[in-house]
């Protein structure tokens, strides 16, 4: 959602670039940069009034004077501010000392409340918690039944004995439930509340009452992070009706400028504490104002990225396959599947690729980037024997035209997946001498990234490197590409050198993000293995 500014704010950036000194005439330009993209983002008038203040002053203070690079120093001071404005730091939720924890929904009616409801239980079951629903919306049509049904998905019990539509006192309702949850054991209750599409008193003296009845531990405001500017005056009215402690912000996979985000946190003073992503249970995550601070900027999320690797991908089979690898033997098909199960369960590959550091010049290669290529290439691996899959030499071409069949595909596809293969093998060979899995960046981390044909020889580049030595092994002059396209790039890049016109790497506009030390990072040059999922990419 943050797409513009963060072009924005990384056009503004490459102009500070290579600036040995900073006038006051540079830094007020870019302040008035960052200005517009950020009104242009709906954020809050008073909001960018005194977040542009506080960087003038410290951009002209010697902070930045002083430094080295002063337009790699103004960058990190936008970072800092950019935390700041969104909470500065991760506010985790405050458990009660005796179960059950209660946490309170409010909001407005279409903020996405009921979802929300249902994934805040499911991420709760993910960290160990037992939680319970109640269906405290009893105005809203058919809300009691949308709850269940959410309930029904994350997995959790719902607590709704009455039918809503207009019947039932919702206050009693939040108040029975406290007890029902002792006694089936439900560590955490999620009151879900109704809404109105406007404030009323009505609304916020039902939602008082709520609150007064159950005295609960977390008071969550859901706000839906399209609404731009609105977003202010909605979470001042409740603050002062129902008094939250913390944010939650519904539809941020949407298209809108992200003024909600930047805005409330710092109007508010409250902390926001969750995000919700996307469609699926899953996607829903705990905010955390420097990884989001760093996403607006470019910079990437691989702190997510690595934590959503962990939490999918079988710790037992991970360190299997890195023994295997150790000893010198080849990773194979059943290997290969492996880690492909696990990407799959971390969700949108979209979502994944655009976590990496320099990606929003890629955006719309991302766009055009078609989800269902990791299906059909598992599709063709499960159409393989056992023996095939431990040891591929033995695909011969009656075998592929047999797979291709089963797979539902044609045999040059089989080839293509083949060929990604034998890459993925090569990096794994690589991985005694480099001392780590492909991706990993050496020594660990981020298990199964590796795994993916490609996956390698994104921002870590060990597939790159491994490419350039293999090059040079057969005799290529210069390490010089067999593709002609390649070539000529190479050509001109030496001679943009020698005339001094060298060419921002990727992901420096900030001045401090290198993708990879030894080649620029170019989707054209991916490793066979993203080749047919991305235009332009070698297949």
Known sequence: MFNSLSDRLTATFKNLRGK??????????????????LLDADVALPVVRAF????????????????????????KVVNDELVGILGGETRRLNYAKRPPTVIMLAGLQGAGKTTLAGKLAYWLKSEGHRPMLVAADLQRPNAVNQLEIVGERAGAFVY??????????????????????????????????????????????????????????????VIDAMIGQDAVKTAEAFLEGVDFTGVVLSKLDGDSRGGAALSVAEVTG?????????????????????????????????????????KNFDEKE??????????????DLNDFLTQMSGLKKMGSMKKMLGMMPGMSQYKDQLENFDEREVDRVEAIVRSMTPAERTNPKILNGSRRSRIAKGAGTTVNAVNQLMERFTQAQKMMRGMTRGGG????????GMPGMGGMPGMGGMPAGGANRKKKAVGKKKGRKGGQSGNPAKRAQQAQALEDKKSGKTKDPVGSAFGGVDLDGDEEFDMKN??????GMFPGGKS
């Open 20 to 37: 040995g000194r900073l006038s006051e005439a540079d830094v007020d330009g870019t302040i008035r940069e960052i200005r517009r993209a």
């Open 52 to 75: 542009t203040g506080r960087i003038r002053e410290r951009a002209l203070s010697e902070e930045v004077s002083g430094a080295l690079n002063p337009g790699q120093q103004v960058v």
């Open 160 to 221: 709704a004995p009455e039918p809503g539509n207009g019947t039932g006192d919702p206050v009693q309702v939040a108040t029975d439930s406290i007890e029902v949850a002792k006694s089936k054991l439900h560590d955490v209750v999620i009151v879900d509340t109704a809404g109105r599409l406007g404030i009323d008193e009505e609304l916020m003296q039902q939602a008082a009452d709520i609150r007064s009845a159950v005295n609960p531990d977390e008071v969550l405001f």
């Open 270 to 310: 409250k902390p926001i504490m969750f995000a919700s992503t996307g469609e699926s249970m899953k996607e829903f995550e705990q905010f955390h104002p420097d990884r989001m601070a760093d996403r607006i900027l470019d910079m990437g999320d691989i702190m997510t990225l690595i934590e959503q690797a962990e």
């Open 318 to 331: 991970t360190a299997k396959l890195q023994k295997k690898v150790e000893a010198g033997e080849d990773f």
């Open 437 to 444: 899995m492909p991706g990993m960046g050496g020594g660990g």
């Open 526 to 531: 991916l490793p066979k293995g993203f080749g």
